[in-house]
């Protein structure tokens, strides 16, 4: 049951910093909890993306979650062997994901 109740809380404060719906980077304070929950979770990139203003994409969110990282990790890995950019990904999702 402790588990759970830490899975729960986990996940809402995840889901608390999920991303906006829009095409411009937001603004907001570089630096603070997030980005550091952020820089723990994902990495040095994502943490200075973060703090550039850039969101994170729903495939970077389940990363974290057990076995389904694993198939979110042959995604990406199936997406960059096929050739795909950055740009690429910023044309078709949006500008504020990179």
Same mark, same amino acid.
């Given at each position: 049951?402790?588990? @759970?109740?830490?899975?729960?809380?986990?996940?809402?404060? @995840? @889901?608390?910093?999920?991303?906006?719906? $829009?095409?411009?980077?937001? $603004?907001?304070?570089?630096?603070?909890?997030?980005?550091?929950?952020?820089? !723990?979770?994902?990495?040095?990139?994502?943490?200075?993306?973060?703090?550039?203003?850039?969101?994170?994409?729903?495939?970077?969110?389940?990363?974290?979650?057990?076995?389904?990282?694993?198939?979110?990790?042959?995604?990406?890995?199936?997406? !960059?062997?096929?050739?795909?950019?950055?740009?690429?990904?910023?044309?078709?999702?949006?500008?504020?994901?990179?």
């Amino acid at each position: 049951m402790k588990r @759970l109740i830490i899975a729960v809380l986990l996940a809402g404060a @995840l @889901l608390s910093l999920s991303p906006a719906n $829009s095409d411009a980077k937001v $603004s907001r304070e570089p630096g603070g909890l997030p980005a550091f929950i952020i820089g !723990c979770c994902w990495g040095l990139r994502e943490g200075t993306e973060w703090n550039e203003g850039a969101d994170m994409h729903w495939r970077e969110w389940l990363r974290i979650v057990p076995y389904v990282n694993i198939v979110i990790g042959i995604w990406d890995g199936v997406e !960059c062997y096929q050739g795909i950019t950055a740009h690429e990904w910023a044309k078709k999702n949006g500008a504020n994901w990179y």
